[in-house]
T-cell receptor, first 114, second 113 residues
Framework: AQSVTQLGSHVSVSEGALVLLRCNYS??????LFWYVQYPNQGLQLLLKYTSAATLVKGINGFEAEFKKSETSFHLTKPSAHMSDAAEYFCAVSDLQGAQKLVFGQGTRLTINP | DGGITQSPKYLFRKEGQNVTLSCEQNLNHDAMYWYRQDPGQGLRLIYYSQIVNDFQKGDIAEGYSVSREKKESFPLTVTSAQKNPTAFYLC????????????FGPGTRLLVL
């Protein structure tokens, strides 16, 4: 069964600093991996997804993530944080077996300090 | 504009009452999903449906029921058997074929009076 672990339920960075949100997954078959963002009291919006093409995936709002099979990781980064990046971020994994079910991590709340 | 709508935005339930959350999509997606979100627990799958008139239990289906009579609609009923219904409920949809993105609605917050 798939699982996702997001290291750090809260991350705080200064405006302009590097953002690094960690995600490790467990899957018995090649995974599809997703990062979603959620602003307060809203639904989730896709930031980016990995579907076995390029290992470095670029998403919206300047975010990118790198798939590292040897480390079973899919960490999310952004070179320079902006105040508008403050939100909750979820990593999710799916695979090619059965129905397309996403398994979500517990989320990381990102705070940006001015 | 295509998208997913959920109503109401806030819903209050009295003890022993069943309540129904609405989810409608005009994306022409075959698959639809219901998730429950609690603080610090991420999203947990309640039910999902890949085609009209068919649905499957997710990880936390007890105390909930669904129907899928139309492709566009996937209502969720929170029954009186659900003893801890206070949560944020999210509906999503996706193309069944392949491993496409799930698109989410804005959510319904359910509170118990």
């Amino acid at each position: 069964a798939q699982s996702v672990t997001q290291l750090g339920s809260h991350v705080s960075v200064s405006e302009g600093a590097l953002v690094l949100l960690r995600c490790n997954y467990s899957s018995s078959v090649p995974p599809y991996l997703f990062w979603y963002v959620q602003y307060p009291n809203q639904g989730l919006q896709l930031l980016l997804k990995y579907t076995s093409a390029a290992t470095l995936v670029k998403g919206i709002n300047g975010f990118e993530a790198e798939f590292k099979k040897s480390e079973t990781s899919f960490h999310l980064t952004k070179p320079s944080a902006h105040m508008s990046d403050a939100a909750e971020y979820f990593c999710a994994v799916s695979d090619l077996q059965g129905a397309q079910k996403l398994v979500f991590g517990q989320g990381t709340r990102l705070t940006i300090n001015p | 504009d295509g998208g997913i709508t959920q109503s109401p935005k806030y819903l209050f339930r009295k003890e022993g009452q069943n309540v129904t959350l609405s989810c409608e999509q005009n994306l022409n997606h075959d698959a639809m999903y219901w998730y429950r979100q609690d603080p610090g627990q991420g999203l947990r799958l309640i039910y999902y449906s890949q085609i009209v008139n068919d649905f499957q239990k997710g990880d936390i289906a007890e105390g909930y029921s669904v129907s899928r009579e139309k492709k566009e609609s996937f209502p969720l009923t929170v029954t009186s058997a659900q003893k801890n219904p206070t949560a944020f409920y999210l509906c999503a949809s996706s193309i069944v074929q392949g491993w496409e993105t799930q698109y989410f609605g804005p959510g319904t917050r359910l509170l118990v009076l």
